[in-house]
């Protein structure tokens, strides 16, 4: 009788035989793949060894981020910057020690003009920021300067619009629901939010994608939409609406859209209605007169040509024609899917639009009637604080509170395969998003970048954040030379 080892060594050792057999069959069907085929140059040259090289470079946008690149030299958001939120999500302190590693030589840091006497403890008040819409019938009042900015459901996974709505909620700001309509996971946070009507008209539009006013004014009837935002365009992708890939276009988000499943979902790049400054100022008065809340509009600029006539056709008109605010994104912002070409190369980024609409609000007397609300990677206190300096009354942030919700930029928005279960609904992945824990991971990091702004406004000797204005901010200009904003954007 056989040895029962021997037996097991001799299987072993045929599996292993198998084994190795089967890897030689498979580099021999990939090389005589390689060589017959036309499309890949270096897989034609070099053989399965080519097949690397596109492995390498995949990995290599995960390796750089933990082993090569910098603290402060990542794209979109450098280390720095994601560390911080992320210490602001678990609420720690944030402190460091040694000394910063922010070099503010370079040109554009944000030096902000600190004061020798600092507002005291008692002396500080709460920022009330301005009331939105006041001569609506329902006008708004946020209760902070901070909020989040539009993300859809379906861009989304359901545990994270749960969570965000939660987190929302408990922070007391409020949340835009993105373009893809209003969903029971918005509702069920309970926390204020903005209804955006993108192109497509998602949640508001008839069978011919043109707005039903019933189910405007429906979603109107719900206690927490407090707003509505008019949706031109925005900083991913001006001049094309928005792109959910059929693989995330499940059978719950094509019923809330009105959309087939499976199918992109692509929004036309323009309201069909819209083309022109006169028929921007009816469809948001129709909009206002249908809901009685306070409308406004998402825009991305480029020149000042066309807020001119913007301008002039709400003074012409008479102010009541006016939006109730206006939300400038800038070019660099965008957590969806766009074409490359439009995110690298179209918009102005924020930092040159925000002057430009601020001033001309200011030179034609809007501002006292438009509020005006800033977006663009505003994640951390001291780009907030420009913006506030700059004109802004409000600030909006989508990708900060990504972050908050444990997002590690692997840049999958689009593919289905987030691995964080942020923007994906592969039921596997999202399994890793407690909604319960990132709730508070959201609450934290809104109430602490309201608090840090508010800190950082004491130490320039305001009262509150409210009060940033041009001569509180320095911009560096060349290493060692900094100018005031007052200087570089003097007053209209």
């Known amino acids: 009788m056989l040895d029962p080892i021997f037996l097991i060594v001799r299987f072993l050792v045929f599996l292993l035989i198998f084994v190795i057999g089967l890897v030689l069959a498979y580099i021999l069907f990939m090389l005589v793949y390689d060589l017959s085929q036309t499309k890949d140059s270096i897989r034609r040259n070099f053989p399965v060894i080519g097949r690397f090289r596109h492995w390498f470079i995949h990995l290599g946008t995960f390796f750089r981020q933990y082993f090569f690149a ?41 030096i902000f003009v600190n004061s020798p006497y600092p507002t005291l403890e008692e002396d500080r008040q709460e920022s009330l920021p301005r009331i939105i819409g006041p001569n609506v019938n329902k006008s708004y009042q946020p209760q902070h300067i901070v909020n989040m900015s539009g993300m859809s459901f379906g861009a989304l996974s359901k545990p994270a619009v749960r969570a965000l709505s939660s987190g929302a909620k408990k922070a007391g700001i409020w949340m835009n629901t993105g373009e893809g309509g209003l969903s029971p996971y918005h509702i069920e946070g309970g926390c204020d939010l903005v209804f955006q009507i993108g192109t497509a008209k998602f949640g508001v539009r008839d069978e011919n994608g043109k707005l039903n006013k019933s189910k405007l004014k429906k979603i109107a009837s719900h206690e927490n939409v407090k707003m509505f935002e008019l949706k031109l365009s925005q900083g991913a992708k001006p001049g094309k609406g928005g792109i959910l890939p059929g693989v995330k276009v499940n059978a719950e988000i094509a019923k809330i859209r009105g959309v087939p499943v499976s199918q992109d979902a692509i929004s036309p790049n323009r309201h069909k209605e819209i083309s022109n400054s006169e028929q921007l100022l009816d469809m948001l008065a129709k909009i206002r007169d249908i809901t009685n809340k306070p409308v406004g509009m998402k825009i991305v600029i480029s020149n000042s040509y066309y807020l001119e006539q913007l301008f002039d056709a709400i003074l012409r008109r008479g102010i009541e024609f006016a939006p109730d605010f206006i939300t400038l994104d800038g070019g660099e912002g965008g957590s969806g899917a766009a074409p490359q070409a439009l995110a690298d190369f179209v918009g102005l980024p924020l930092s040159e639009a925000l002057p430009i609409l601020a001033d001309m609000l200011a030179a034609s007397g809007l501002n006292k009637h438009i509020v005006l609300l800033a977006s663009g990677k505003l994640v951390t206190p001291d780009k907030i604080g420009w913006a506030l300096a700059m004109g802004a009354d409000y600030t909006l942030t989508a990708r900060g509170f990504m972050f908050a919700l ?21 039921k596997r992945l999202q399994n890793g998003l407690v909604v319960e824990h990132k709730k508070d991971l959201v609450a934290n990091y809104a109430r602490n970048i309201n608090q840090e702004l508010e800190m950082i406004s004491h130490s320039c000797g305001l009262k509150s954040a409210a009060e940033f204005n041009r001569q509180s901010i320095r911009i560096v200009q060349t290493a060692g030379v900094s100018k005031l904003l007052s200087e570089l954007y003097p007053y209209p």
């Open 70 to 110: 910098m603290d402060r030299e990542e794209q979109p958001f450098n280390r720095a910057t994601r560390d911080w939120v992320t210490e602001k999500s678990y609420d720690r302190s944030g402190k460091i020690g040694f000394g910063s590693t922010n070099d503010l030589r370079v040109p554009g840091s944000i």
């Open 406 to 426: 444990g997002c590690i930029q692997s840049l999958q928005c689009h593919k289905d395969t987030c691995p964080t279960g942020i923007t994906t609904h592969n």
